[in-house]
T-cell receptor, first 111, second 116 residues
Framework: TQLLEQSPQFLSIQEGENLTVYCNSS?????LQWYRQEPGEGPVLLVT?????EVKKLKRLTFQFGDARKDSSLHITAAQPGDTGLYLC???????????FGTGTRLTIIP | NAGVTQTPKFRILKIGQSMTLQCTQD?????MYWYRQDPGMGLKLIYY???????DKGEVPNGYNVSRSTTEDFPLRLELAAPSQTSVYFC???????????????FGAGSRLTVL
């Protein structure tokens, strides 16, 4: 069974601060995705990374896939209240129809 | 374009009752999934389907059944509801293929189920 552990589980910071969320596994994934989920809604895809060492930027969000494709990080610069939500990483194995979801990080940005 | 539609949004069941959560998608996606999400947690896969007529178990299938008679619909049935099945249920779909975006899931808004 592939497991994805996210840390921290909860994070509450002031508006304008920077933060990093981690997603770790002992398994190798062919792709890694990050989703954000707001209350009462389903998760929405933020980014997909597929190459070891890959870095993708989405405005103030920077995503990195580990060289060994076992871990990933999400860095937010100058956090804003609109960044509040549950962040989920999800790993895909080549040829596998199923995604394995991480345990989630609940982020709260205080105005 | 509605995407993935789930009904009902909320439901309260008594122990031992049965019900079906409906899921339909209008994107002609072959793959469909049912997940459950317990409070503050990630998603656990209940069942999935790679096409009409084909279903398979996920991590937590006990107490649930599914069918996939059409590409569009993937209902989830609870036969004998138990308090442990209190959760938020999400249906999702994705298209087939090995493109970089092929693993991207489109989720419904969820169905909140409480079993008392």
């Amino acid at each position: 069974t592939q497991l994805l552990e996210q840390s921290p589980q909860f994070l509450s910071i002031q508006e304008g601060e920077n933060l990093t969320v981690y997603c770790n596994s002992s398994s190798v994934f062919s792709s890694l995705q990050w989703y954000r989920q707001e209350p009462g809604e389903g998760p929405v895809l933020l980014v997909t990374v597929v190459t070891g060492g890959e870095v993708k930027k989405l405005k103030r969000l920077t995503f990195q896939f580990g060289d060994a494709r076992k871990d990933s990080s999400l860095h937010i610069t100058a956090a804003q209240p609109g960044d509040t939500g549950l962040y989920l990483c999800a790993g895909g194995a080549g040829g596998n129809e199923k995604l394995t979801f991480g345990t989630g990080t609940r982020l709260t940005i205080i105005p | 374009n509605a995407g993935v539609t789930q009904t009902p949004k909320f439901r309260i069941l008594k122990i031992g009752q049965s019900m079906t959560l409906q899921c339909t998608q209008d994107m002609n996606h072959n793959y469909m999934y049912w997940y459950r999400q317990d409070p503050g947690m990630g998603l656990k896969l209940i069942y999935y389907s790679v096409g009409a007529g084909i279903t398979d178990k996920g991590e937590v299938p006990n107490g649930y059944n599914v069918s996939r008679s059409t590409t569009e619909d993937f209902p989830l049935r609870l036969e004998l509801a138990a308090p442990s099945q209190t959760s938020v249920y999400f249906c999702a779909s994705r298209r087939t293929g090995d493109h970089s975006g092929a693993n991207v899931l489109t989720f419904g808004a969820g169905s909140r189920l409480t079993v008392l």
